[in-house]
């Protein structure tokens, strides 16, 4: 029989410092400058997530890809029914599985933006 010889474990003690140059040289650009990384963007108040909000959401993409409204990047109007339907359906859902847990005027508010963009789901593509 032979015999394995001993495994012989080789510790790096300079990981980090090769990790760093590793990182370094990813972030040069194409010239000797290292590239900047980038900057975030200014902080945006965003408004608190809410039912009401989402809602909303939901209901103005459904819109825009019906071609109610224009998009609001290119303004220009832009149909694209699978994606209205899809939209229209998550509100469908959203209203679903928040059943119980709604104030009268939430409940109302999505029961008429529903009905809403249904309507219109079915005068656009009949």
């Given at each position: 029989?032979?015999?394995n010889?001993?495994?012989?474990?080789?510790?790096?003690?300079?990981?980090?410092?090769q990790?760093?140059?590793?990182r370094e040289?990813?972030?040069?650009?194409?010239g000797d400058?290292?590239?900047?990384?980038a900057?975030?963007?200014p902080e945006?108040?965003m408004?608190?997530?809410?039912?009401t909000?989402?809602?909303s959401?939901?209901?103005?993409?459904?819109?825009?890809?019906?071609?109610l409204?224009?998009?609001?990047?290119?303004?220009?109007?832009?149909?694209?029914?699978?994606?209205?339907?899809?939209?229209i359906?998550?509100?469908?859902?959203?209203?679903?599985?928040?059943?119980?847990?709604?104030?009268p005027?939430?409940?109302?508010?999505i029961?008429?933006?529903?009905y809403?963009?249904?309507?219109?789901?079915?005068?656009?593509?009949?």
């Amino acid at each position: 029989m032979t015999e394995n010889p001993e495994k012989k474990i080789i510790i790096d003690e300079d990981w980090k410092s090769q990790v760093q140059r590793e990182r370094e040289a990813a972030l040069k650009g194409p010239g000797d400058e290292p590239a900047q990384p980038a900057q975030a963007s200014p902080e945006v108040e965003m408004p608190p997530a809410s039912l009401t909000y989402l809602a909303s959401s939901l209901y103005f993409q459904a819109s825009m890809f019906l071609g109610l409204m224009p998009h609001p990047g290119s303004g220009k109007v832009e149909k694209n029914l699978p994606v209205a339907k899809h939209s229209i359906d998550m509100l469908g859902v959203l209203q679903q599985k928040t059943e119980g847990n709604r104030t009268p005027d939430e409940s109302e508010e999505i029961e008429a933006m529903l009905y809403q963009l249904r309507m219109a789901y079915v005068q656009v593509v009949g």
